[in-house]
């Protein structure tokens, strides 16, 4: 008896094997079809590879459709089921794509994704998740900002200040007029300077930044288009070391592109305010044999627009002048600069003095109109031994 029981054990053992074996065949071969002893509930087959890809107050949905050619349509809810859109489709084959692009209220939605067959039946659901980009996007984007202008005689240089990338700015698009010509460019957000060839004069452009808030993003925003002008500032020339001399003898010349006076020509049969020694710098010297230098003046005349602007000695590399001397950096209208007497009626001076601080060494001044302006070096110092003289590696001159 006990072996009878003992077979009886293990053929039910066998038949709860051969079932869990069926089972599991029945639904590793078909995902989306489940069979009761009621009856047959069908599954249509799912979307497969499902992306979502964020847009301006839209997404765009890809996915894959299976081997299934009873696939009528495809619905798509969001919001916990309170929204949704549905696409009709044809018989499809295995490997079709299926991408759609619809419009949704912005935010991070979750989306639930089902195809149905002829009859209603339903596949299982497939989720995903993407964003709508909107108004709160747009509230976190801006423009570049210009950091700085460079004129030179070919052209201008913008230097642009650095952007948060987070945000996701992708280019720039710049125009401007030249010679009645629109001019477009494309700048790449990874450019710190743009150059604009030719421009010479004062000159209106107009600029935007292009954003992608995410790298697949289907769409792109704009921010408005900026008015900036770009103003044209004559600049100083041959203002730094290496100074350049127009003529010279020996140690001395007289620089090149400046106005140098009869009375600062105290050397070498004629020259004065390049020095050869120290690296081709500016200097005004008298004494050690030289005579004295009465009203000597050395500067440049440019015509300005209205605006504030500054004349500075931006590198001082030495001086002994005094207190007792007078030596003047010097802003005047008109094309000369005034006799130290009269340097009060300049439209601004400072005094360079040994120990003043270079920082100090400015004047800054503003034109109401446009107008023709003189700056420079003014001096009257003795011919004595020890003698005077000041030793000026760089001006700069820029507006404010």
Request: with cysteine; net charge negative; glycine share 8%.
């Amino acid at each position: 008896m006990r072996i009878i029981s003992n077979i009886h054990k293990l053929g039910i053992a066998v038949i709860v094997l051969l079932c869990s074996v069926t089972q599991f065949s029945c639904s590793k071969w078909d995902d989306f079809k489940e069979y009761t002893k009621d009856g047959e509930i069908v599954y249509t087959g799912k979307l497969d590879s499902v992306e979502v890809f964020s847009g301006k107050g839209r997404v765009m949905l890809r996915g894959e459709f299976n081997a299934d050619p009873k696939i009528r349509m495809t619905k798509i809810y969001w919001n916990d089921y309170k929204d949704s859109i549905e696409f009709q489709t044809e018989e499809v084959s295995k490997g079709a794509i299926f991408e759609k692009t619809f419009a949704v209220d912005e935010g991070v939605k979750s989306f639930v994704i089902y195809n149905y067959d002829g009859a209603g039946n339903r596949s299982v659901a497939v989720n995903a998740v993407g964003t709508s980009f909107g108004s709160a996007y747009r509230r976190k984007i801006n423009n570049r900002l210009v950091s700085l202008v460079n004129f030179d005689a070919d052209g201008v240089t913008i230097n642009w200040e650095a952007m948060d990338l987070s945000t996701g700015p992708q280019y720039t698009e710049l125009e401007y007029a030249l010679n009645g010509e629109t001019k477009h460019m494309i700048i790449p957000i990874s450019e710190a300077s743009t150059r604009l060839e030719g421009l010479s004069t004062t000159t209106q452009i107009k600029y935007r930044t292009i954003f992608k808030p995410e790298e697949s993003s289907i769409d792109t925003f704009a921010v408005a288009y900026k008015n900036y002008e770009i103003k044209f500032i004559p600049r100083l020339k041959n203002n730094r070391v290496p100074f350049i001399a127009a003529s010279r003898k020996d140690r001395w010349g007289t620089l090149a592109d400046w106005i140098t006076n009869d009375a600062a020509k105290i050397h070498a049969g004629g020259h004065g305010g390049w020095d050869d020694w120290n690296g081709n710098i500016f200097n005004l010297e008298s004494g050690w044999g030289a005579p004295a230098i009465i009203n000597g003046k050395v500067y440049q005349s440019l015509e300005l627009e209205p605006g504030t602007y500054t004349f500075e000695i931006s590198d001082l590399m030495n001086t002994n002048l005094t207190q007792d001397d007078n030596a003047y950096l010097v802003v005047a209208l008109g094309n000369t600069l005034p006799d130290v007497e009269l340097v009060t009626t300049a439209i601004g001076y400072v005094k360079v003095v040994e120990g003043k601080p270079v920082g100090e060494l400015h004047v800054k001044f503003t034109l109401t109109e446009t107008s023709l302006v003189s700056m420079g070096f003014l001096t009257t110092q003795p011919g004595d031994t020890p003698g005077r003289f000041c030793n000026i590696r760089a001006f700069d001159f820029y507006q404010n």
